[in-house]
């Protein structure tokens, strides 16, 4: 081994993979916008009169939670969502 190699970690990226989070504050924001504005979850979350800023913040606080995060799948899969949700 010279010395410009870098030596072979035990760990691997499955090991990384299981620690990262599933979304960061910046993704779930972004997605309950998007979320926010899709018919068929509007129709199931949204209350009255509600405006989209409104569902948006309910969205959000349910992505952050694992859960809840479980039940919403589908439709973050219909915009774009490609990562891991952990429940």
Not at 9 to 38: D, G, R, V
């Amino acid at each position: 081994m010279s010395k410009y190699e870098k030596p072979i970690s035990s760990t691997n990226t499955k090991s990384k993979a299981s620690h990262q989070k599933t979304m960061t504050e910046k993704q779930i924001y972004i997605f309950a916008q998007k979320l926010s504005q899709l018919p068929e979850l509007a129709s199931k979350y949204a209350e009255g009169n509600e405006s989209y800023e409104q569902l948006a913040a309910k969205i959000a606080k349910n992505l952050s939670n694992p859960t809840e995060c479980k039940k919403i799948e589908p439709y973050l899969r219909e915009i774009g969502f490609t990562g891991a949700i952990n429940a």
